[in-house]
């Protein structure tokens, strides 16, 4: 609580010493200074979740708004916790990455009485009462599975594959992307004869539980028994790297591998021959963020949902494309 405090405290002493509200800086944002955002992010479990908050600390710096943000550590209670935190320090907005699609309605509820709009971003919540949020910002997820899908039934086009064996390394369970990033894939691939999904295991997007799983997929099935690895997130997808050399297992080329978000490692990976395939997934969602924050502020209505430009890196592209980047 004191740090919440302490939080405030600089945030708004930051709004006084950036001046007089309504004075446009040199980039032509507003810059409103008075204006809090409370943040609750969920975690720090991946590199797509660090390049996420660097960008929104980047954005409320951009835009000269004061950002409260607590982080949850994976706890969905801790959000919660942070989001009542912030209505009580009445915020102007709330932000918020919810870690799984349930148990928000009685926050939210609280929210919407205290008249404080709330932005999702990155993942969506599980609700019959659309009201509870103003906007969301994040992913097609939905789409990024169904890319992953299109990319394995090229491939097996391509080099004439009759049947592959795909095991698929999960995240979060009832986590937006997990959802979706399965449900995309499996709408693409599941009537194809040529695939048979053998195990579905949750990695929780960590790259230790990327390990773990990718070791009890092998013993499972041994080293000849899966074709395909589709991983919902590149922190698991390394992971799962690192025990299939080890075994002297040629990922890629051995095993297909499949993966999503698009950090630097993992193209690093596609470019070097160790991974086929990287659907791209930005964490640089800040920005549009706090363009909505803005517009909230000057009473502009708001479109429902806003998803960036995504697309996917793979071994039929030119590794030498200087677009071909990880974040
Ligand atoms: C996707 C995001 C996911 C990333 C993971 O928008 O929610 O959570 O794919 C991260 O790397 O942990």
Aim: with cysteine; hydrophobic share 40%; glycine share 8%.
């Amino acid at each position: 609580m004191k740090r919440l405090l302490l939080v405030l405290l600089l945030a708004v002493t930051a709004a006084v010493l950036a001046g007089c509200a309504g004075k446009p800086d040199s980039a032509g944002k507003e810059n409103t200074g008075a204006v809090v955002v409370g943040f609750s992010q969920l975690g720090a479990e991946s590199s797509w979740r660090i390049a996420n908050t660097a960008s929104m600390e980047q954005a409320a710096r951009d835009y000269g708004y004061g950002l409260m943000m607590e982080n949850a550590n994976q706890k969905q209670e801790k959000q919660i916790d942070a989001i009542r935190s912030f209505i009580a320090y009445q915020v102007d907005v709330i932000v918020f990455s919810p870690i799984v699609e349930t148990g928000w309605e009685n926050v939210l509820k609280e929210a919407k009485q205290a008249g404080i709009p709330v932005i999702l971003m990155d993942r969506m919540i599980e609700t019959d009462d659309e009201s509870l949020y103003t906007a969301y910002v994040g992913a097609d997820f939905y789409a990024e599975g169904r890319r992953a899908g299109e990319y394995l039934k090229r491939k097996a086009d391509e080099t004439g594959a009759e049947k592959l064996r795909i095991a698929e390394i999960s995240g979060t369970l009832d986590s937006t992307p997990m959802r979706d990033r399965q449900r995309g894939f499996m709408d693409v691939i599941g009537e194809d004869s040529r695939f048979e999904v053998i195990d579905s295991i949750c990695g929780d997007f960590l790259r230790s539980k990327g390990e773990e799983c990718m070791q009890t997929l092998l013993q499972k099935y041994g080293k000849d028994g899966i074709d395909v690895i589709y991983s919902h997130n590149d922190s698991m997808t390394l992971g799962a790297l690192d025990i299939l050399e080890k075994e002297g297992i040629k990922p890629a080329q051995d095993i297909l591998i499949i993966t999503v978000d698009g950090e630097k490692e993992a193209v690093e990976a596609l470019k070097n021959g160790r991974i086929n395939c990287v659907v791209q997934c930005t964490p640089n969602l800040g920005n549009s963020v706090m363009k909505l924050v803005k517009e909230l502020k000057e009473g502009k209505p708001l479109e429902k949902i806003y998803h960036p430009d995504e697309g996917m890196f793979t071994d039929f592209d030119d590794p030498k494309d200087p677009n071909m980047e990880g974040f």
